[in-house]
C-alpha cells in the first residue's frame, strides 16, 4: 500500500459500525441553555484557513479523504436517468484510473449519490454491486411546506424505491417560532418514516435568522434522532459557512459527550474548492477528532467539487493543471 493510501486509511479500512443514534426525551433545559457567541465564533473561524497547511502526499491523502466523504449531489429540475447514470459512473470511478493508480487508491469511491425521489430508480440500478448507497432529498424539499402526511409519505416511497439515506428538510417556522416541541415531534415522525434508513436533518442554516437557532435546532433534531444534522439544501441565499459548522459540530460534540451517541455532520451548499475542503476536514479533525473523519460520521454535500479535487490530485501526479471542462461529473 503506497504513503498516500495509508495516510487515507478510509477506503482501504473496514467502517466502523455503532449502534445509531437512538434519540432521547427532548430535554428543554438543555435547549435553552444553548447560546451562541457570533463574535467568539467568527474569531476562531478567521483562524482556520491558514492554520493547516496541509502539503504533498499529506494533502494528496486528505483530499482522497475528502472524496470518500462526497454525497456526490444532482438536484436540478432537468435531472435525467442519463444525467443520474454518468453521476453514478463517476460516484463508482471518482478519479481518473492512471491517477488513483500512481496514488495507490484503487477502489476509491464517494460516500454517496444524493438525488430527488425520481431519480433513486435509475441511481440505483447504476450504483448496483458498488456498495455505493443512495440518498434522496425528502420531505418537500427544498422549503418544506407541502402537507405532513404528504412528507412522511414522501419518505415511505423513497425507502421502498431504494433509497438508503434520507435527506429531510425541517420546516423553518417551527425554529423562528421558537415550537421546539414541534420540531422534536415533527422530526420524530420523519425518523420513524425512515425505518432502517439513515436520516440527515437539513435545518437551512441559511434561513433560521441566528447562530443560536442554529445550536438549539441541532440539539433538538439529535434528541429526535438524527444520524447526521446538514446545514443547507443548495437552494439557500447563503448555504454551508464555517460560523454555522462550528456551531453545528460543538453541539455534535456536546451531544457526543451527554448521551454517548456520534452523530454525524454535513456541510452542503457552495463548497466547490478543494482548498475549502480541506478547511472542513481541519475544522472536524480539530473539534470532534479522527473518527468523525470517516464517510459513516461526515459528509460534503456538492456538485462539483469532486471535479476540483480531481484538478488537484492530476497536479499532484503529473505536476500540470488540466482545464476544469475535461473533469465533467455527469
Ligand atoms: O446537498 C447538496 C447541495 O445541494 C449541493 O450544493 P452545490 O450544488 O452548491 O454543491
Known amino acids: 500500500m503506497s504513503t498516500i493510501a495509508e495516510r487515507t486509511a478510509t477506503a482501504h479500512?473496514?467502517?466502523?459500525?455503532?449502534?445509531?443514534?437512538?434519540g432521547k426525551a427532548l430535554d428543554m433545559d438543555w435547549v435553552r441553555a444553548a447560546r451562541a457567541n457570533r463574535s467568539a465564533i467568527e474569531r476562531r473561524c478567521a483562524t482556520l484557513p491558514g492554520r493547516r497547511s496541509v502539503k504533498?502526499?499529506?494533502?494528496?491523502?486528505?483530499?482522497?479523504?475528502?472524496?470518500?466523504?462526497?454525497?456526490?449531489?444532482?438536484?436540478?429540475?432537468?435531472?435525467?436517468?442519463?444525467?443520474?447514470?454518468?453521476?453514478?459512473?463517476?460516484?463508482?470511478?471518482?478519479?481518473?484510473?492512471?491517477?488513483?493508480?500512481?496514488?495507490?487508491?484503487?477502489g476509491l469511491t464517494v460516500g454517496a449519490v444524493c438525488v430527488y425521489h425520481d431519480m433513486i430508480a435509475p441511481a440505483v440500478a447504476a450504483l448496483r454491486g458498488s456498495g455505493i448507497p443512495v440518498a434522496a432529498v425528502s420531505t418537500g424539499f427544498p422549503a418544506g411546506l407541502s402537507p405532513f402526511p404528504l412528507r412522511v409519505a414522501e419518505i415511505e416511497e423513497?425507502?421502498?424505491a431504494g433509497a438508503q439515506e434520507i435527506d429531510i428538510v425541517i420546516s423553518r417556522r417551527l425554529v423562528l417560532?421558537?415550537?421546539?416541541?414541534?420540531?422534536?415531534?415533527?422530526?420524530?415522525?420523519?425518523?420513524?418514516a425512515c425505518g432502517e434508513a439513515h436520516i440527515k436533518a437539513i435545518l437551512a442554516t441559511g434561513e433560521l435568522g441566528t447562530l443560536?437557532?442554529?445550536?438549539?435546532?441541532?440539539?433538538?433534531?439529535?434528541?429526535?434522532?438524527?444520524?447526521?444534522?446538514?446545514?443547507?439544501?443548495?437552494?439557500?441565499s447563503v448555504n454551508a459557512t464555517l460560523p454555522v459548522s462550528?456551531?453545528?459540530?460543538?453541539?455534535?460534540?456536546?451531544?457526543?459527550?451527554?448521551?454517548?451517541?456520534?452523530?454525524?455532520?454535513k456541510p452542503a451548499g457552495g463548497i466547490s474548492k478543494a482548498k475549502?475542503?480541506?478547511?472542513?476536514?481541519?475544522?472536524?479533525?480539530?473539534?470532534?477528532?479522527d473518527r468523525w473523519l470517516r464517510p459513516d460520521l461526515f459528509r460534503f454535500g456538492a456538485s462539483s467539487l469532486l471535479g476540483d479535487i480531481e484538478r488537484q490530485l492530476e497536479h499532484h501526479v503529473t505536476g500540470a493543471y488540466s482545464a476544469s471542462w475535461r473533469h465533467a461529473m455527469a
Open 56 to 106: 504533498k502526499e499529506y494533502q494528496a491523502a486528505w483530499l482522497a479523504r475528502a472524496i470518500s466523504c462526497i454525497d456526490l449531489t444532482t438536484l436540478a429540475g432537468d435531472d435525467t436517468p442519463g444525467r443520474v447514470a454518468r453521476l453514478c459512473a463517476k460516484a463508482r470511478q471518482p478519479v481518473r484510473p492512471d491517477l488513483l493508480e500512481a496514488l495507490g487508491l484503487e
Open 276 to 289: 475549502d475542503a480541506l478547511v472542513y476536514l481541519s475544522l472536524i479533525k480539530e473539534e470532534l477528532g
Open 158 to 160: 423513497s425507502v421502498r
Open 246 to 265: 462550528l456551531v453545528m459540530v460543538r453541539a455534535i460534540r456536546e451531544y457526543h459527550q451527554r448521551s454517548g451517541y456520534r452523530v454525524g455532520y
Open 177 to 192: 417560532t421558537g415550537d421546539w416541541q414541534g420540531l422534536y415531534d415533527e422530526m420524530r415522525s420523519f425518523r420513524a
Open 13 to 22: 479500512l473496514p467502517q466502523l459500525h455503532e449502534a445509531r443514534n437512538p
Open 212 to 236: 443560536q437557532n442554529v445550536a438549539r435546532a441541532s440539539l433538538v433534531c439529535m434528541m429526535a434522532g438524527a444520524d447526521f444534522i446538514k446545514t443547507s439544501t443548495g437552494k439557500e
